[in-house]
């Protein structure tokens, strides 16, 4: 049934999980863990960017249609919910939509082998109907409304809309009202014949399972044979700069929030080379902006932000940002003393302490990831549609050299590509 | 993974589970004070004072900076009711020995972080908190007090524990209001910082596979003469009559609907089980009355759920809606209540609490932060009982504990946010 696995260990973490290359294209990945919670996930390379039905875009899909399936999905033919039906098994199930994937998961403590059969048969069984899709619109309409009243959502929104001109990230996950009320079962149907096959999917399970009983129930649930077709991949072309300077809304908020977006226009086509890239931008970032550092410290002990700033990469095959966000009365004198730090930087070099100190960070940091199932198993997932082996992350980071973050700090924050996105107080 | 209870000095103990099963150990303290309107906001500014530097490392960077060489050692402050009683603490999560050199590993040095904290502040020549500090952390705080509006579910929830616990310290903010900071001052914390510690028994918490006597000596090196007599433990359970009512406008596109109850059933009384089990019921899941009924069939809001806190015996349910919509979606809310009260729980919706609550204690075990968090909150209360009795209480509960429990349930407080934004969203319908 299974036509080759290959198994992969960690001695550095007593780890190991087995890749299985299922009949039907599926690629099943177990990492057994002697925990009391198994966690299991079912995910399509499909996520909010994916806008359209053919790799031309002529097939238009509306905004929000990922979002709204991974809602459908959930219900079934018979008229059940699937949460329902995982509540009934004690299994605690889930599901979420990023810009790049759409995730259906569960954890349980018991009945296992009969929940895994619900995830695997409700995602691959879709249902709609008008009555259905109508209901769900409803549903939506108020998510949509509760992130257009959450100023953080808001920000980190108009940051986006900031730097990309054409590049669908820039869209809200959800869709606006007016999109998700075009939504139809037909385009629902195409859009799941389309992006969920299952070579475009992968299956995560990790506890205290084994890998006969996980194919067993894959071999029992999903076709014996792969589907024909490939998935359209939309390439859009994008200017090498930030679409627009800066993006000011106001809102109802005490204190401006802020959010710095860096468009990252040096996207490396091979995904080890995007991994190692990440991997030095996780060192970078915890030496620029950790509350151990020194602009986070000037910035702090002058009073000048408050004292939650984050830093957050985002590195994916056709898209990459660095998010600076916090709250300021000073928006833009911060964005000035960041720069001015990286010039510093730049010009006077930094400390190998310092860069050591960091990359030790990093590497604590993934070690003590492989603590829960839930963790293991949504990084792996990452792992494996970025096209790379999880174990290697170790090596890495220690193969990091000093010479590759100055590198990224001479190439990355180019003025020419950043845009400040401010919600300031309601006037 | 059954803990043991170990003195520590003459006012402190130690919760000790040992386990091989993480590659992080957890080091945590707590204790806790009465919360009063005169002390809530000087506990929670020495807090974080302390977090800010101290004698040792007298700034946050040489601090942080510290915590890093450990392997990224992370140290997070808390500041949570427990009952009526403001309950305080650090807890220390850092990279297990056997990946740090063997032997004891970092575990004497968080100790030691740990007690850089919270016993050797960073006091000035006459005995006060740096003024700087003191002034930044006000700024701090006065920026907390006010984004309480970033995030209006959270206003709604907080608004109508107001309105339910009026009069009661429950109600009080734990990090006080803005009209309160001035009297901050270097010379009134640093008091504070002395009262409170000479007033506390502490509960620490240790998850991870050092023996336990190593632990315990490490902590009777550190902590043997700290604390002291502490005030008991309280918590007002009895409410009052009558439904208090509050609307206030913002300018949201939704409505946010908070609706409070006074149960009479904390965590000592003998249906505290059936009360988990009529929170499960009620909004506690996707699985639940709210979820399906008022969401799912009704389509009007997004979230709509309930949540429970033993330790005072109150229960919330919230939803968020277009303000057109607050009326049904709220009377369908109270409906299914009505329903449990009425015994209309259907065998499914029993099963599913059921397996929910086993789910969520035999998973507890998978995380060391929630089994110190269940001892040691126990423990603070008053309450000593293990959490293998408290799943056999659970496991025993049935269909008329729930709605005896029910019956206990009454309605006294409805806070309404009532979104006045006509947004874009909605002109182009």
């Known amino acids: 049934m299974n036509r080759k696995k290959i198994t992969y260990q960690s001695d550095l973490l007593g780890e190991e999980y087995t890749v299985f290359h299922h009949e039907s294209g599926l690629p099943i990945y177990v990492f057994p863990k002697q925990m009391s ?17 053919d790799a031309a875009g002529q097939l238009k899909l509306p905004d929000g249609v990922a979002h709204f399936l991974e809602h459908k999905l959930f219900f079934n033919e018979d008229g059940t919910d699937s949460f329902e039906r995982f509540s009934a098994l004690g299994a605690d199930a889930n599901a979420y939509t990023s810009h790049t994937r759409t995730v259906y998961l569960f954890s349980c403590t018991d009945h296992f082998a009969e929940a895994l059969a619900e995830l695997i048969d409700f995602v691959t069984h879709p ?37 990309y001109a054409n590049h ?13 009320s075009a939504i139809t079962p037909k385009i629902l149907y195409d859009t799941h014949s389309t992006y969920y096959r299952l070579s475009n999917m992968a299956l995560v399970v990790c506890g205290d399972v084994n890998a006969e009983e996980v194919l067993e129930i894959a071999n029992a649930h999903l076709p014996q044979a792969a589907e ?24 109802h908020v005490a204190k401006p929030i802020f959010s710095i977006g860096v468009k990252d226009v040096h996207i490396p086509d091979d995904p080890e080379e995007r991994l190692k890239r990440d991997a030095a931008m996780a060192i970078l970032n915890e030496m620029l902006f950790s509350e151990a550092g020194e602009l986070y410290n000037k910035l702090y002990g002058s009073g000048m932000i408050s004292p939650e700033l984050s830093a957050d990469y985002v590195l994916t095959r056709d898209f990459g940002f660095l998010q600076i966000a916090g709250e300021s009365e000073e928006p833009e004198r911060v964005m000035d003393e960041i720069w001015q730090y990286f010039e510093k930087l730049h010009r006077e070099g930094f400390s190998t302490e310092d860069f050591e100190r960091c990359k030790r960070i990093e590497y604590a940091e993934y070690i003590k990831s492989f603590d829960s199932t839930e ?3 949504n990084t792996l997932l990452s792992f494996v549609f970025e096209g790379v082996e999880l174990f290697s992350y170790a090596d890495v980071i220690l193969g990091i050299q000093p010479e590759d973050v100055a590198a990224l700090l001479s190439k990355l924050f180019d003025p020419a590509c950043r845009t400040l996105s401010v919600i300031y107080p309601d006037s | 993974m059954n803990p043991i209870a170990l003195p520590i000095g003459r006012h402190s103990r130690l919760i000790y589970i040992n386990t091989e099963r993480f590659k992080s150990e957890l080091l945590a303290v707590s204790f806790t004070a009465p919360l009063m309107l005169e002390t809530a906001q000087h506990n929670a500014m020495v807090m974080a004072l302390t977090r800010r530097g101290t004698a040792g490392y007298p700034s946050l960077a040489l601090l942080n900076r510290r915590l890093d060489e450990m392997y990224s050692t992370a140290i997070s402050s808390s500041n949570r009711r427990t009952g009526d009683m403001q309950t305080l603490g650090f807890a220390a999560d850092f990279l297990g020995a056997r990946y740090v050199g063997g032997g004891l590993g970092l575990l004497p040095e968080v100790t030691k972080m740990l007690a850089e904290l919270l016993c050797k502040p960073l006091l ?9 500090f003191v002034e930044s952390e006000k700024q701090n705080l006065r920026d907390a007090i006010r984004s309480a509006i970033h995030n209006p579910k959270a206003y709604a929830s907080i608004a109508c524990r107001k309105l339910l616990c009026a009069g009661e310290p429950y109600a009080l903010s734990l990090i006080g209001s803005e009209d309160t900071i001035e009297n901050l001052t270097p010379a009134t914390l640093a008091a504070r910082y002395h009262q409170l510690t000479e007033s506390v028994a502490p509960v620490f918490s240790y998850v991870g596979c050092t023996p336990a006597a190593e632990v315990a000596a490490l902590l009777e090196a550190y902590f043997g003469d700290f604390g002291g007599t502490p005030a008991p433990y309280t918590a007002h359970v009895h409410g009052g009559s009558g439904l208090a009512e509050k609307v206030e406008e913002m300018p949201l596109l939704q409505g946010k609907l908070s609706l409070g109850f006074r149960t009479d059933v904390s965590l000592s009384h003998p249906l505290a089980p059936a ?18 009924n008022v969401r799912e069939r009704m389509s009007l809001c997004y979230h709509c759920s309930s949540s429970l806190d033993l330790y005072k015996g109150i229960l919330f349910a919230n939803s968020g809606m277009k303000v ?22 259907s065998d499914t919706e029993l099963l599913a609490a059921r397996r929910a609550i086993e789910h969520s204690y035999r998973q507890s075990g998978d995380n060391p932060g929630v089994l110190a968090r269940f001892y040691t909150g126990r423990i603070l209360a008053g309450n000593e009982e293990t959490m293998a009795e408290w799943q056999a209480r659970l496991a025993r509960v049935t269909l008329s504990d729930i709605v005896e429990a029910a019956a206990h349930v009454s309605h006294r407080a409805t806070f309404f946010l009532k979104g006045t934004k006509e947004g874009e969203e909605d002109e182009e319908e």
């Open chain 1, 37 to 53: 919670t198994s966690y299991a996930l079912l995910a399509t390379n499909f996520g909010a960017v994916d806008h359209a039905l």
């Open chain 1, 127 to 163: 249902y709609f109907t008008e009555e259905s899709v109508a209901k769900e619109q409803g549903i939506i309409e108020e998510e949509i409304r509760m992130c257009l009243d959450n100023p953080y959502d808001r920000c980190y929104y108009n940051m986006l809309e900031g730097l």
């Open chain 1, 168 to 180: 669908p990230v820039k869209t809200d996950i959800c869709g606006s009202v007016a999109s998700i």
């Open chain 1, 228 to 251: 024909q077709g490939k998935v359209p991949r939309r390439l859009v072309e994008e200017p090498a700069t930030a679409h627009r300077a800066t993006v000011t809304e106001e809102g």
């Open chain 1, 375 to 377: 963790e293991i198993a």
């Open chain 2, 124 to 132: 000035d020549e006459t005995g006060c908190f740096t003024a700087s």
């Open chain 2, 275 to 292: 009360m988990l089990y009529l929170n499960e019921i009620f909004g506690g899941s996707p699985a639940s009355k709210l979820f399906l």
């Open chain 2, 324 to 345: 057109e919509n607050r009326a049904v979606v709220e009377e369908a809310m109270l409906q299914q209540l009505a329903d449990i009260k009425a015994g209309r729980i």
